[in-house]
Every structure is written in C-alpha cells, then in structure tokens.
Nanobody, 120 residues
Framework: QLQASGGGLVQTGGSLRLSCAASGRSFSRYFVAWFRQSPGKEREFVASISRYGDTAYSGDSVKGRFFISRDNVWNTVYLQMNSLKPEDTAVYYC???????????????WGQGTLVTVSS
C-alpha cells in the first residue's frame, strides 16, 4: 500500500517535497515512480527510481528541477521539487512495480495522489 503526501500551495519559484510511504517489508523489491495529472490532460511520467536508488530517471519537463530519492529503511520515496512553475500544478501520484518503466499503465500499485498547486 502506498500513501502520497506533502502537496500544497506554493508560489512560482518555490519548492516542495512529496513523500510516498509504503507499507510492507518488501519495499526494496520495487521500482517507484511519480506521475502527475492536470485537469484535462493525460497522466504524465515525472520521475522513477530503482530498487536501491542507484538509478533514477526524470521526465523532460522536470529535468534539473525535480529529484527523486528513496529511503528503504523508512520505506519512503521522496520527490524534491524546486523552481516550481504554474504548469507543475497537478495531482501527483506515486506508483510501484517490480521492473523499471515510464508507462503508467504498467504500474499495478498506486497511492491516492496529493495535490500540488503553484500560483503565479
């Protein structure tokens, strides 16, 4: 089970850190990704991280601004979001699967989403 948190309202140029907490003892078996969805748009890949955090990928729209990390002791994945823009406004979801992927449909496990609003 995944639970996303940390969303909120922030001004343009600000920062937020999202957390994705997982229950269970096998968290390190899973690749974890963040996706986001804005009203009227398709769900978009944001970033993913490998089982032990040695490999990470990020989408082109957030590259150099968003950074994904994980702490397997605390069963948590983080998304540090810097230099936020109004177009980053979306519901952010974390998801997990046993192999690496950037396609949302391939992820079987999802958190409930957390809303990030960036004001201009």
């Amino acid at each position: 089970q995944l639970q996303a948190s940390g969303g909120g309202l922030v001004q343009t140029g600000g920062s937020l850190r999202l957390s994705c907490a997982a229950s269970g003892r096998s968290f390190s078996r899973y690749f974890v990704a963040w996706f986001r969805q804005s009203p009227g748009k398709e769900r978009e890949f944001v970033a993913s991280i490998s089982r032990y955090g040695d490999t990470a990928y990020s989408g082109d729209s957030v590259k150099g601004r968003f950074f994904i990390s994980r702490d397997n002791v605390w069963n948590t994945v983080y998304l540090q979001m810097n230099s936020l823009k109004p177009e980053d406004t979306a519901v952010y979801y974390c998801a997990a699967k046993d192999t690496s992927a950037t396609t949302d449909s391939s992820y079987p496990y999802w958190g409930q989403g957390t809303l990030v609003t960036v004001s201009s």
